[in-house]
């Protein structure tokens, strides 16, 4: 996977990480059934071609899936240990060369345990940051609620923002950035926008 239509096109890394991949199936004297490329922006959630890979592995066709990094199958935690789950339903294997994890052995499987705990600490803490900064644009408000989203907080992202956007990078290119950087959101979801980036830059700060 690659996430600029530019790199599909040219093929810019693509080849290495299929090269990586076809590398490993040979060292594991493995058959490669059918290998899977895909184009995505790192703000869509649209992954037909992962879909159709996973829809194969789930009948049977194929009995893992390997990526040659953990951040060209999924950058987020609570996502890939859903996949991780599916797998263990339907019986098929997860194996990423980058950082390694293989659920073919039992190491493996127990290392993407103690990934699937890290993706449940990561859910509870989006929650507990996104109730925080509720609270406390409600009691700069006056203790009145406040709508809409939340005064985004964090301070370190904040000043990176702003460092980007005197850069000359472009709102839309900002909220790629962090998207891709696994940032949470103000809402608290992995997804940024242009309309966050402006709001977050055009507030008043001290």
Same mark, same amino acid.
């Given at each position: 996977?690659?996430?600029?239509?530019?790199?599909?096109?040219?093929?810019?890394?693509?080849?290495?990480?299929?090269?990586?991949?076809?590398?490993?199936?040979?060292?594991?004297?493995?058959?490669?059934?059918?290998?899977?490329?895909?184009?995505?922006?790192?703000?869509?959630?649209?992954?037909?071609?992962?879909?159709?890979?996973?829809?194969?592995?789930?009948?049977?066709?194929?009995?893992?899936?390997?990526?040659?990094?953990?951040?060209?199958?999924?950058?987020?935690?609570?996502?890939?240990?859903?996949?991780?789950?599916?797998?263990?339903?339907?019986?098929?294997?997860?194996?990423?060369?980058?950082?390694?994890?293989?659920?073919?052995?039992?190491?493996?499987?127990?290392?993407?345990?103690?990934?699937?705990?890290?993706?449940?600490?990561?859910?509870?803490?989006?929650?507990?940051?996104?109730?925080?900064?509720?609270?406390?644009?409600? +009691?700069?408000?006056?203790?009145?609620?406040?709508?809409?989203?939340?005064?985004?907080?964090?301070?370190?992202?904040?000043?990176?923002?702003?460092?980007?956007?005197?850069?000359?990078?472009?709102?839309?290119?900002?909220? +790629?950035?962090?998207?891709?950087?696994?940032?949470?959101?103000?809402?608290?979801?992995?997804?940024?926008?242009?309309?966050?980036?402006?709001?977050?830059?055009?507030?008043?700060?001290?």
């Amino acid at each position: 996977r690659v996430s600029t239509r530019e790199q599909g096109n040219s093929g810019l890394g693509l080849e290495a990480q299929q090269a990586k991949c076809s590398a490993e199936v040979t060292a594991r004297d493995w058959t490669s059934v059918l290998t899977v490329t895909e184009v995505a922006s790192a703000a869509s959630k649209q992954r037909p071609e992962l879909t159709r890979a996973l829809r194969m592995l789930d009948v049977g066709q194929a009995d893992a899936l390997m990526v040659s990094r953990l951040d060209r199958l999924s950058r987020s935690l609570y996502e890939f240990a859903t996949i991780m789950h599916r797998a263990e339903q339907h019986g098929w294997k997860v194996v990423v060369l980058d950082p390694p994890v293989d659920m073919s052995n039992p190491f493996g499987r127990m290392m993407a345990q103690v990934a699937m705990a890290f993706a449940e600490l990561e859910r509870h803490l989006i929650s507990v940051r996104t109730k925080e900064g509720l609270a406390a644009a409600a +009691e700069r408000n006056g203790g009145k609620k406040v709508g809409g989203l939340p005064l985004y907080e964090d301070r370190r992202q904040i000043e990176r923002i702003v460092r980007m956007r005197q850069d000359g990078k472009a709102l839309k290119a900002i909220a +790629e950035t962090l998207t891709a950087a696994g940032v949470p959101s103000p809402s608290g979801g992995t997804t940024w926008n242009h309309k966050s980036i402006r709001r977050i830059l055009t507030r008043p700060r001290c």
